[in-house]
């Protein structure tokens, strides 16, 4: 009895060396955390990362390992402290608007060209392999592509991760492609839910990507 758990986090480089010189703990008064809110069992909030930050793009795609540690404190046990699961993931820095008609990339125009893709081997149909979908890529990338779009529905999460590796924009898509039936199922209030939990779910899913 008496546990109580919180999240901490650390930044790692490409040269796996921590960013932060303490691992950073929101339930905890740091100089560098700002803005931290809870709501809807969510909790937020902005930090400032110590010394110069390389943004990702598509021709220079750098990214970072983001760890978040579940700590368990237990004052009545020997070990007081101790890590109950942790996950990590790449994430990317980086800064999107429209500025002057012009779409901007960390400040930069960028000239999208890009390709449609579907799901398809062939010899498998649509049972693509990790290789197929890494080969398709890079194909991408050999003759000068800069984006995918994930026609007409969201991709195996891998295509995200390999668009972070490889530098490429990726126009996301949810599951809501009918403009064969656009009258009768974009215009009908009853298929609205349906819709919007897809979006929804795509969002939430893809939204930390620097790709997207």
């Known amino acids: 009895g008496g546990a109580t758990y919180r999240m901490v986090f650390q930044l790692y480089d490409k040269e796996n060396c921590p960013i932060f010189e303490e691992p950073i703990d929101p339930s905890e008064g740091n100089e560098l955390i700002k803005d931290v809110r809870l709501r809807s069992n969510l909790i937020s909030f902005r930090v400032e990362v110590p010394g110069s930050v390389l943004a990702w793009s598509d021709e ?3 990214l970072y390992r983001l760890e ?3 700590v368990r404190t237990k004052p009545s ?3 007081a402290t101790s890590n109950v699961d942790v996950f990590d993931c790449k994430i990317g820095f980086r800064s999107v608007e429209i500025a002057n008609r012009e779409l901007l990339v960390n400040g930069q125009p960028v000239l999208i060209k890009g390709v449609n893709r579907h799901d398809h081997s ?3 149909g649509k049972a693509v392999t990790l290789d197929e979908i890494r080969r398709d890529l890079e194909l991408m990338k050999e003759y000068n592509f800069n984006a995918v779009r994930t026609a007409h529905y969201p991709n195996d999460p891998y295509l995200y991760d390999l668009a972070d590796e490889l530098g490429l924009y990726v126009v996301d898509e949810a599951n809501i492609e009918c403009h064969g039936h656009y ?3 974009c215009r009908e209030n009853a298929y609205a839910p349906a819709m919007l939990d897809r979006v929804q ?3 939430v899913r ?3 990507h620097p790709c997207v």
């Open 201 to 203: 779910r795509m969002v």
């Open 77 to 79: 046990s020997a070990e």
């Open 206 to 208: 893809d939204q930390n």
């Open 60 to 62: 220079s795609p750098t």
């Open 68 to 70: 978040a540690t579940l």
């Open 122 to 124: 062939s010899t498998r």
């Open 183 to 185: 009258d009768m199922i």
